[in-house]
């Protein structure tokens, strides 16, 4: 895994906050993220979105948005909420269920998010 480049930018975020308030994003190889967090070190945001890198390590990157954005049409379309469709997508998931631990991403077994695709 490439070591992440951290953004502490809120304007970036802003813009970004089109569906839902946005605390962080993976846009690999930068995890960008309020600037209140910069103070903090790693915290449960940069474990979340190194999750993210990882997982987009394992699909070449370009795949990994490509499948994000198509299971969070499908989700929010079964869900009728954009907010309710990102909180089931697999990767969003598998993220938010392992960023207290700060092992995981050395633990982690590879395609740990596929097992939540459909639950």
Partial sequence: M??????YND????????????GGITIYPF??????NKKQ???KLVVHESIHIKQAEELLVLPFYILYVLEWL?????????????YNISFER???SNQYNKKYISERKKYHWIKRIIK
Avoid at 74 to 86: A, T
């Fill in 31 to 36: 995890i960008i993220l309020k600037e209140k």
């Fill in 2 to 7: 490439i070591t992440p480049i951290i953004i």
């Fill in 41 to 43: 070190g790693v915290n």
């Fill in 11 to 22: 304007k970036i975020l802003k813009r970004l906050s089109i569906f839902i308030n946005i």
């Fill in 74 to 86: 499908v989700k929010s379309l079964i869900h009728k909420s954009f907010k309710e469709g990102y």
């Fill in 94 to 96: 598998e993220a938010y």
